[in-house]
């Protein structure tokens, strides 16, 4: 159960404005197994995203040529 230390933290990375998959993709990289498990049924193509660009160079897929 989350306590004081992770409702601070959560304060200050809202605070920092970080666009909602990127909190969702940073949580998938921390997880442990049972939480990983639901957000990959929360969230099954950001889940699938963030293997592709894991598995590609510096993370870029080909679908970003030309998207910046």
Request: aromatic fraction near 14%; hydrophobic fraction near 30%.
């Amino acid at each position: 159960m989350p306590g004081l230390y992770d409702y601070e933290a959560g304060r200050r990375i809202e605070a920092e404005d970080y666009p909602f998959y990127a909190l969702i993709q940073a949580a998938m990289r921390q997880a442990d197994p049972d939480n990983l498990y639901k957000l990959r049924v929360g969230f099954p193509d950001e889940y699938q995203e963030l293997q592709e660009r894991y598995n590609a160079p510096g993370g870029q897929l080909p679908t970003d040529l030309g998207r910046q």
